[in-house]
């Protein structure tokens, strides 16, 4: 770890990921908005990777992307407004909160199909090699996604072009009730790396630190000209697939084992040990969470709804 | 100056022209390199720009199709090459839920600014796979442009004009045309999309025709007019944007109209042809409008099977003289 304030940084974005699901979760089961996707439980994956990427790098997120976005500046106002369809939400109403992307702040689009955004991050580090930029294009998609024949064709690209891209895969083993057990062959993800030439690495997908080290590996590959990587990072979600369906038994089963790694409760004991951070420290930091989310979701509320008309704009440019 | 130069080498002086122009323009797909693409579009390409912006890809439709979509946001003008066309249905993915939606999505952010060139219609050998006309399918998509030139003179000017707009085009290459010849200037010019041509002029009947359908209702026209009856053949061009006015205009003139297409009758752009020219311009009508598209299967290998199921010049002239006779 580098330094106090930046341990904390972590530790604040990785809260405040938490705190705003749990609030997004409970507006939704109030019947507030409808479907809402949770990564409860997965917030040092997109922390941890997403913290040390310069200004400029492209990150394409997954469905599950709070954390990341988070982490890349978006404010929670804007991202509340966009749960409950607002016209001031960046998103206008027009597209779910999940996809909202923002050029200036590094995060591009996403796809609803899963699986689909390997090949577009790969085309995006094509893209920097034809611009000679230094910028590196990083994506996240499911344990699910990686099953698809676009994951193979993006890595397959990726490896005979020797591009700076890093596949970030989040194995929560499950694709909503599917578990890895029955739709993964091989039994590993990360392992396939091998066959396109490229470096895989199995990553501790709870532990921040762990994501930080591995992008950071990744990163410096695909800058200095090495081409891409991929990382399989373990997590798990806490909560159901999204809040429209109960019925995953097999996910269920899970839990108990995976709350116990809860991955901000073992950064707390990294801080503590390490001496960075006090108990009084992360109390501050969490009261202060909770004012800013009740600002969002105050914001979010009061504001004018989706105007209609908006839907025809910008279909075609 | 004007010189008489194939379909494909006008296509391919649009890629040669743009590519000078503009150095965000670039070429992909399978084949495109030294090989010429499939249907030979980008031969030369590769020795002027080399392998950098000539980009030969594996077999891959999906894949590479999603890449040249992350290039596009990062401000590049891909021309993807889809080979024989119906490969563009692997990648439908890519163009309907990833293109198409850019522009909404990044809402003003930037654009998908791709052209995905697919060859299309009936080829010998070819069969069920690899001689579909799929304008339709994708036609139904707001966000995705779609153009079907039936001229050399078209092709290259309508290419540029693809390559030059900043939303994702399907631009259709109908296999048949690749050997037209025709007039095109030396040099720059466009053809704007979403603007019909009235390739020929008349006043009886109105045959509305896209890209292979188009010479055949020419020919028809010159034949008929030795009867007496006066044809004026209108090709769309583009079909999305659809030049409504044009249409419109030249059924005003008519009062009757024959629409023709190499695509499959059922659902074809033909039906939203003739459901704008019911709802708009009803009151033109002198007769029933008629629309002939190829009849309701794959499309065989055999040419005579393809003769039979695709709708053939004595199909066209046909249903304009009973037109021109209806009271």
């Given at each position: 770890?580098?330094a106090?304030s930046?341990?904390l940084?972590?530790y604040?974005?990785?809260?405040?990921?938490?705190?705003?699901?749990?609030k997004?979760?409970?507006?939704?089961?109030?019947?507030?908005?409808?479907?809402?996707?949770?990564?409860?439980?997965?917030?040092?994956?997109?922390?941890?990777?997403?913290?040390?990427?310069?200004?400029?790098?492209?990150v394409?997120?997954?469905?599950?992307?709070?954390?990341?976005?988070?982490?890349?500046?978006?404010?929670?106002?804007?991202?509340?407004?966009?749960?409950?369809?607002?016209?001031?939400?960046?998103?206008?109403?027009?597209?779910?909160?999940?996809?909202?992307?923002?050029?200036?702040?590094g995060?591009?689009?996403?796809?609803?199909?899963?699986g689909?955004?390997p090949?577009?991050?790969?085309?995006?580090?094509?893209?920097?090699?034809m611009?000679?930029?230094n910028?590196v294009?990083?994506?996240?998609f499911?344990?699910?996604?990686?099953?698809?024949?676009?994951?193979?064709?993006a890595?397959?690209?990726?490896?005979?072009?020797?591009?700076?891209?890093?596949?970030?895969?989040?194995?929560?083993f499950?694709?909503k009730?599917?578990?890895?057990?029955?739709?993964?062959a091989?039994?590993?993800?990360?392992?396939?790396?091998?066959?396109y030439?490229?470096?895989?690495?199995?990553?501790?997908?709870?532990?921040?630190l762990?994501?930080?080290?591995?992008?950071?590996?990744?990163?410096?590959?695909a800058?200095s000209?090495?081409?891409?990587?991929l990382?399989?990072?373990?997590?798990?979600?806490?909560?159901y697939?999204?809040?429209?369906?109960?019925?995953?038994?097999?996910?269920?089963?899970?839990?108990?084992?995976?709350?116990?790694?809860?991955?901000?409760?073992?950064?707390?004991?990294?801080?503590?040990?390490q001496?960075?951070?006090?108990?009084?420290?992360?109390?501050?930091?969490g009261?202060a969470?909770?004012?800013?989310?009740?600002e969002a979701?105050?914001?979010?509320?009061?504001?004018?709804?989706?105007?209609?008309?908006?839907?025809?704009?910008n279909?075609?440019? | 100056?004007?010189?008489?130069?194939?379909?494909?080498?006008?296509?391919?002086?649009?890629?040669?022209?743009?590519m000078?122009?503009?150095?965000?323009?670039?070429?992909?797909?399978?084949?495109?390199?030294?090989?010429?693409?499939?249907?030979?579009?980008?031969i030369?390409?590769?020795?002027?720009?080399?392998?950098?912006?000539?980009?030969?890809?594996?077999?891959?439709?999906?894949?590479?199709?999603?890449a040249?979509?992350?290039?596009a946001?990062?401000?590049?003008?891909?021309?993807?090459?889809?080979?024989?066309?119906?490969?563009?249905?692997?990648?439908v993915?890519?163009?309907?839920?990833?293109?198409?939606?850019?522009?909404?999505?990044?809402?003003?952010?930037?654009?998908a600014p791709?052209?995905f060139?697919?060859?299309?219609?009936?080829?010998?050998?070819?069969?069920?796979?690899?001689?579909?006309?799929?304008?339709?399918?994708?036609?139904?998509?707001?966000?995705?442009?779609?153009?079907?030139?039936?001229?050399?003179?078209?092709?290259?000017?309508?290419?540029?004009?693809?390559?030059?707009?900043?939303?994702?085009?399907?631009?259709?290459?109908?296999?048949?045309?690749?050997n037209?010849?025709?007039?095109?200037p030396v040099?720059?010019?466009t053809?704007?999309?979403?603007?019909?041509?009235?390739?020929?002029?008349?006043t009886?009947?109105?045959?509305?025709?896209t890209?292979?359908?188009?010479?055949s209702?020419?020919?028809?026209?010159a034949?008929?007019?030795?009867?007496?009856?006066?044809?004026?053949v209108?090709?769309?061009?583009?079909?999305?944007?659809?030049?409504?006015g044009?249409?419109?205009?030249?059924?005003?003139?008519?009062?009757?109209?024959?629409?023709v297409?190499?695509?499959?009758?059922f659902?074809?752009?033909?039906?939203?042809?003739?459901?704008?020219?019911?709802?708009?311009?009803?009151?033109?009508l002198?007769?029933?409008?008629?629309?002939?598209?190829?009849?309701?299967?794959?499309?065989?290998v055999?040419?005579?099977?393809?003769?039979?199921?695709?709708p053939?010049p004595r199909?066209?002239?046909?249903?304009?003289?009973?037109?021109?006779?209806?009271?």
């Open positions: 770890m580098e106090t930046a341990g940084e972590m604040r974005l990785m809260l405040t990921a938490r705190r705003f699901e749990e997004s979760l409970a507006l939704s089961h109030a019947g507030k908005f409808s479907n809402y996707h949770s990564c409860l439980g997965q917030e040092a994956l997109g922390v941890g990777a997403c913290y040390q990427l310069e200004r400029d790098d492209i394409f997120p997954s469905y599950r992307g709070i954390a990341v976005r988070i982490t890349r500046g978006f404010k929670l106002k804007d991202l509340m407004a966009g749960l409950f369809h607002k016209s001031v939400a960046p998103t206008r109403g027009r597209i779910p909160m999940h996809h909202t992307p923002n050029i200036e702040l995060v591009w689009g996403t796809t609803a199909m899963q689909s955004i090949p577009i991050a790969a085309g995006s580090a094509l893209a920097s090699k611009l000679k930029t910028q294009s990083i994506c996240f499911g344990d699910g996604g990686s099953n698809r024949g676009d994951f193979h064709e890595l397959n690209l990726a490896g005979i072009w020797k591009l700076p891209v890093i596949f970030v895969c989040e194995n929560n499950f694709a009730s599917m578990p890895v057990s029955r739709s993964t091989g039994g590993s993800i990360w392992q396939r790396a091998a066959s030439g490229i470096p895989g690495e199995l990553v501790d997908g709870n532990s921040v762990a994501m930080q080290a591995a992008v950071r590996r990744g990163v410096e590959r800058r000209g090495d081409g891409a990587t990382l399989e990072c373990e997590t798990y979600r806490w909560e697939h999204s809040t429209e369906g109960d019925r995953e038994k097999e996910w269920a089963a899970g839990l108990d084992e995976w709350k116990a790694k809860c991955p901000i409760e073992r950064f707390e004991k990294v801080l503590l040990e001496k960075l951070a006090t108990r009084t420290d992360f109390g501050r930091i009261s969470i909770d004012a800013e989310i009740d979701v105050a914001y979010a509320q009061a504001a004018p709804d989706a105007v209609p008309e908006h839907a025809l704009e279909v075609y440019r | 100056m004007v010189r008489e130069i194939t379909f494909r080498e006008a296509l391919r002086e649009a890629l040669h022209e743009e000078r122009r503009d150095s965000k323009v670039y070429v992909m797909g399978e084949d495109a390199g030294h090989f010429g693409g499939l249907v030979g579009v980008t030369g390409l590769i020795e002027e720009f080399g392998a950098g912006r000539v980009i030969e890809t594996p077999i891959s439709e999906s894949g590479f199709v999603g040249a979509v992350g290039t946001v990062r401000g590049f003008r891909p021309v993807v090459e889809m080979g024989l066309g119906d490969v563009v249905l692997v990648a993915d890519h163009i309907v839920n990833t293109a198409a939606k850019t522009n909404y999505f990044y809402d003003g952010q930037t654009t791709l052209v060139r697919v060859s299309s219609g009936f080829r010998p050998s070819g069969g069920p796979q690899q001689s579909q006309t799929p304008e339709g399918v994708f036609a139904n998509v707001p966000g995705l442009k779609i153009v079907m030139p039936s001229t050399p003179y078209d092709a290259k000017g309508l290419m540029k004009a693809a390559i030059r707009d900043d939303n994702p085009v399907l631009f259709f290459e109908p296999k048949q045309l690749y037209m010849k025709g007039e095109v040099g720059d010019y053809v704007p999309l979403g603007v019909a041509d009235v390739k020929r002029p008349g009886d009947v109105t045959v509305v025709a890209g292979v359908m188009v010479p209702a020419i020919r028809v026209a034949e008929l007019g030795k009867d007496g009856i006066s044809v004026e209108v090709d769309p061009r583009s079909l999305r944007p659809l030049d409504t044009t249409l419109l205009n030249s059924l005003q003139k008519t009062g009757r109209v024959v629409i297409h190499e695509a499959n009758k659902m074809g752009i033909g039906a939203e042809i003739a459901a704008m020219l019911a709802e708009e311009g009803y009151r033109y002198k007769a029933p409008i008629r629309r002939l598209g190829s009849k309701e299967t794959p499309m065989p055999s040419k005579f099977m393809g003769e039979y199921v695709i053939q199909d066209i002239a046909t249903a304009v003289r009973e037109l021109a006779a209806y009271q």
